[in-house]
């Protein structure tokens, strides 16, 4: 075996158990020593400095953004990077056929040779971070206009980002507001874009559960992927070559394989994409009781109809299977928010707190009918906003529209995952309910008039799709959205550039508030795309009265499911065939083998693929989802329910193993156990 695999007993002492709750916050790595304390006495062992640092390497430097939406981390000196199976889906589906089905079959190079390339997928290391709200705003005085500052924000922030870009080699920067533009920082990455496919299981292993199981506890997916990092010579970002070689990392994640029990701290590293945290109760009512029924409606006909034709053909299957993937997600997210906002009353609690605060605000000036402005804007913004989700979730949805249009990328790549009579069905059943749910007064003249001329959605479909009529489905996509964006759009964006300036005003609002009243509130500024630090605990929870879930599941729940009847349930011969002989080898623990977690770790949309380590900062999973019943805690965050799901990473090393046959893979990464 290769000297690289290191096979090592940890001791680790007495297991860390906690009575604290769960931890909320989505923390900066630069200001970590500000929650190092309270992350130690909670049983971390690392320092802030071997968690973030510039000078030195440090955990950060294994992590990467992958393709902008999800996480990703090393796990060896020669660039093996691994991510979630559904954050590398729409590179399996890319080199997938009928003769080839890497979605059904999986896919593992034997060798290096066979790693296949990505177009269009990159990775970036975050290289650092800096605090550079003085420079960004350097020029700005009090009395200005909003528009004055921003453009004096934009001017700044194309400055410092050009003077980056212009150092070195792949290098990409970002400036990024906190706390609604009371802070900014600068991100400065090093991208790299010749990233390779090593190997995915099944999608029976894979995405396993499918919708069915998507966003539920327990969970039994081997939600993984594995990718190579690819450099030139020099170990810098080059474009695809056959004479690159893999990436040597400033760091990698050493893997622990020796385990978790309830209670042990867990840690969650990586790029969570959106919360608002601190929005109003107006904000939270649209989106419980308003915008959300609505799209989940739009998005059930999309399925339906996806689902019906998929079950048909497997090459439809393999044409809509990362589509269907990508619409169901947030189809099914956005039921669990809905009434998890209600469950917990959320809308009633932040109304109790801004009449308090209110209250306050008028013996502080400066604060004084903020309240009352935020309800008066909403209520302005509330039927513009629907408008804006009909014509994202209808009126742009069909596929056809959008590549007639010259949004839908190249005409080989496009048709290849293209199948007409589930785009038309599509289009039928989306823009009826467009016209009967949405007032005349915001629908296009065009979309008016050729309604009436047409008769009827049916025939308008007919006479695009039948016809494959380009200038028909381009002339629709075109006219409606332009009519969008001249009388829908200015208003709505005037609307919401007000709200964004009311809440930079209100963040600093709550934070005097809650000292003013001798609070402990910790405001950690909303998830951005921008990497983060979440700490917890393994912990299992009570979605209901009598039930507890206890936080591990294993192969047993993943056999007890099995149906061969069932795509999204029927497993690989082969994992029958090891489960009914017991020969599950070194991943054996009480008899089964352990395939996911839950833990109390604050994540969201991005974060998936994600490193999950332990007090030592070692390699214990990788993140994937949330539970159905925490959903909303991209808004409101209740410690009892909100739980991270991870891919235990003995699980995935059991497949590579046992099921894949890629044992070899293993033996570059350092194993811990």
């Not at 150092?167 to 009371?182: D, E, F, S, T």
């Not at 990328?409 to 289009?427: E, H, N, Q, T």
Request: aromatic content about 14%; overall charge neutral.
């Amino acid at each position: 075996m290769n000297t690289k695999r290191i096979l090592l007993f940890l001791f680790l002492g007495i297991a860390f158990h906690f009575q604290t709750s769960a931890d909320e916050g989505m923390w900066v790595p630069s200001y970590i020593q500000e929650r190092i304390s309270d992350m130690q006495s909670k049983g971390f062992r690392l320092t802030a400095e071997e968690l973030y640092s510039i000078n030195n390497s440090s955990l950060k430097d294994a992590i990467v953004h992958f393709n902008g939406g999800c996480t990703g981390e090393i796990i060896s000196d020669e660039g093996l990077l691994i991510t979630n199976h559904h954050c590398g889906y729409g590179q399996i589906q890319y080199h997938s056929s009928v003769e080839h089905d890497y979605l059904k079959d999986g896919f593992w190079a034997m060798t290096r040779d066979e790693e296949l390339p990505n177009p269009d997928l990159y990775v970036a290391f975050l290289e650092y971070m800096e605090d550079v709200t003085k420079k960004v705003l350097s020029g700005y005085k009090n009395g200005m206009s909003e528009k004055e500052r921003e453009e004096i924000v934009s001017k700044n922030s194309s400055k410092i980002v050009n003077r980056i870009v212009k150092k070195g080699k792949g290098l990409k920067a970002r400036v990024a507001p906190l706390y609604y533009g009371n802070q900014y920082f600068l991100y400065v990455y090093k991208v790299f874009t010749d990233v390779r496919l090593v190997g995915a299981p099944p999608s029976s292993i894979g995405k396993f559960g499918g919708d069915t199981d998507n966003w539920m506890w327990p969970r039994h997916t081997g939600d993984f992927s594995l990718f190579r990092v690819y450099a030139g010579k020099d170990n810098e970002p080059a474009p695809y070559s056959e004479n690159n070689v893999p990436y040597r990392p400033k760091r990698f994640f050493k893997i622990n394989a020796g385990g978790i029990q309830e209670g042990d701290f867990t840690l969650v590293y990586g790029y969570p994409g959106r919360t608002s945290e601190y929005v109003t109760s107006d904000a939270v009512n649209y989106i419980a009781n308003i915008s959300n029924p609505k799209k989940i409606k739009l998005r059930t006909l999309r399925l339906n109809i996806q689902d019906r034709e998929m079950e048909k053909s497997d090459a439809v299957r393999i044409q809509y299977a990362s589509k269907n993937a990508s619409v169901a997600n947030s189809w099914k997210k956005w039921q669990g928010e809905m009434k998890g906002i209600i469950k917990m009353n959320a809308v009633e609690k932040k109304r109790d707190f801004e009449k308090a605060f209110a209250a306050w605000a008028k013996e502080n000036r400066e604060y004084d009918g903020i309240i009352e402005k935020f309800s008066d804007l909403y209520s302005q913004a509330e039927e513009l906003s629907l408008v804006k989700d009909y014509q994202n979730e209808a009126l742009n949805a069909p596929e056809f529209l959008r590549y007639a249009a010259g949004k839908g990328g190249d005409s080989l790549l496009f048709y290849k995952d293209y199948y007409k009579p589930v785009d038309k069905a599509i289009f039928i059943a989306l823009i009826n309910e467009y016209d009967k749910d949405i007032d005349d007064k915001y629908k296009a003249p065009y979309f008016k008039r050729k309604l009436s001329e047409m008769g009827s959605v049916e025939k308008w479909a007919d006479a695009i799709y039948d016809n494959d009529s380009l200038a028909l489905a381009k002339e629709f996509y075109r006219a409606t959205n332009s009519y969008f964006r001249s009388a829908v759009k200015p208003r709505l964006d005037s609307l919401n550039r007000e709200i964004t300036l009311l809440y930079r005003k209100y963040m600093r609002g709550q934070m005097e508030y809650d000292r003013q009243r001798g609070g402990t509130k910790n405001f950690y500024p909303d998830a951005n795309s921008t990497l983060r630090i979440a700490y917890g605990k393994v912990q299992g929870y009570s979605p209901s009265d009598a039930v507890y879930y206890r936080p591990v599941s294993t192969l047993d729940g993943i056999m007890e499911k099995d149906n061969p009847r069932i795509f999204d349930y029927n497993v690989p011969q082969k994992l029958r065939d090891i489960y009914a002989s017991k020969d599950y080898g070194e991943w054996e623990v009480d008899g089964s083998v352990p395939v996911a977690f839950i833990a109390t770790n604050h994540t969201t949309g991005g974060n998936s693929g994600s490193p999950v380590l332990d007090a030592e900062g070692n390699l214990i999973g990788v993140n994937f989802d949330r539970v159905w019943e925490g959903t909303m805690s991209d808004l409101v965050f209740d410690p009892d329910v909100c739980r991270n799901i991870a891919l235990d990473i003995r699980y995935a090393l059991f497949i590579i193993d046992k099921v894949a046959d890629a044992g070899y893979l293993m033996d570059e990464m350092v194993i811990l156990k």
